[in-house]
C-alpha cells in the first residue's frame, strides 16, 4: 500500500513537470514570434527612417541650391535697382539738356525775329525744322525785279541779321536762291546763285565769318509753293532767298 501511494505521487509530480515544461514551450514559442515580429517592425522602420533621411539630405541640398538662387536673384534684383537708378538718372539729365536746349533755341529764335522786326511781315517768315532755322525772305525784301543787286532795306534787315549771327560764331549759314518757273533755265539758276552770292557778300561786309557761309543757287526746282499760270502772287512766293541757320548743338548753350 505505502508503494502504491509512492508511486502515485511520484506519478503525479512528474506530470506536473511535464504539464510545466510543455506550457513554458508555447510560452517561449510566442515570445520568440512576437519578437520577430518586432524585429521585422523595428527592419522596416529603420529602412523607413533611412529612405526619410535620404529624402531630408536630398530636400536641404535642394534647399541649399534654392537658397543660392535666392540670393543670386536678390543681387540681380539689386543690380537692376542699380541700372534704373542710372537711367532714371540720364533720362534727368537727359530732359534738363533738351529742356536747355530748348530754351537757348527759342532766345536764338527770337533774336533771329528781332533782327527783322522792321521788315514788312507780309515777305519774310521764320521757319523751324529739326534743329535748324529757316529765314525765308521775298524778291522784294532785299532785291528789285530781275536784279542781283541787294537793294538799301535790304542791306539793313541783312546787317541786323548779321549782327545777331556774330554773336554765334559757330553757326554754320547756308544762303539759298530760287526763282519762279518763267524765263529759261539757265537764266533762273544764274540769278538764284548771283543772288545767294550778294547775300553772302553782304554778310561777311557786316562782320560774319566767311568760312561759315555757303551761297548755293536751286534755281525754279525747289517751289515754296506750286505755280498757277497767270497768278503773280504764287510766282513771288518761289522768288525768294532762303537763309538756313545751323547751329551746332554745343554752341546752343552759350546763347544769351
Not at 502515485?8 to 506550457?23: D, E, K, T, Y
Not at 542699380?82 to 530732359?95: L, N, Q, V
Not at 548771283?194 to 551761297?215: D, F, H, Q, W
Amino acid at each position: 500500500m505505502k508503494k502504491t501511494t509512492l508511486w502515485l505521487f511520484g506519478l503525479a509530480m512528474l506530470s506536473s513537470i511535464l504539464f510545466a515544461s510543455c506550457v513554458s514551450s508555447k510560452k517561449f514559442k510566442a515570445l520568440e514570434s512576437s519578437k520577430m515580429t518586432v524585429d521585422q517592425a523595428l527592419s522596416a522602420a529603420q529602412t523607413t527612417i533611412k529612405a526619410l533621411e535620404g529624402e531630408k539630405e536630398a530636400l536641404m541640398g535642394q534647399k541649399s541650391g534654392l537658397e543660392g538662387e535666392i540670393a543670386s536673384i536678390k543681387s540681380d534684383l539689386e543690380s537692376v535697382k542699380g541700372e534704373i537708378a542710372g537711367f532714371k538718372t540720364k533720362i534727368a539729365t537727359a530732359e534738363q539738356t533738351i529742356s536747355e536746349k530748348d530754351a537757348a533755341f527759342n532766345n536764338f529764335r527770337n533774336q533771329v525775329a528781332g533782327a527783322f522786326s522792321n521788315v514788312n511781315s507780309s515777305g519774310l517768315s521764320i521757319i523751324t525744322r529739326g534743329d535748324m532755322l529757316y529765314v525765308s525772305m521775298s524778291e522784294k525784301v532785299l532785291f528789285n525785279s530781275g536784279s542781283a543787286r541787294v537793294s538799301q532795306s535790304g542791306k539793313a534787315a541783312l546787317d541786323n541779321l548779321a549782327s545777331v549771327l556774330a554773336k554765334n560764331p559757330t553757326l554754320k549759314v547756308m544762303v539759298e536762291g530760287h526763282t519762279d518757273t518763267r524765263a529759261s533755265d539757265n537764266y533762273n539758276w544764274d540769278l538764284s546763285v548771283e543772288r545767294a552770292a550778294s547775300v553772302v557778300k553782304r554778310l561777311v561786309k557786316s562782320g560774319v565769318n566767311p568760312t561759315n557761309l555757303i551761297a548755293a543757287g536751286r534755281g525754279e526746282h525747289v517751289n515754296a509753293v506750286t505755280e498757277v499760270k497767270g497768278d503773280n502772287e504764287t510766282y513771288k512766293q518761289n522768288r525768294r532767298v532762303e537763309i538756313a541757320l545751323i547751329p551746332a548743338v554745343s554752341s546752343l548753350y552759350n546763347m544769351r
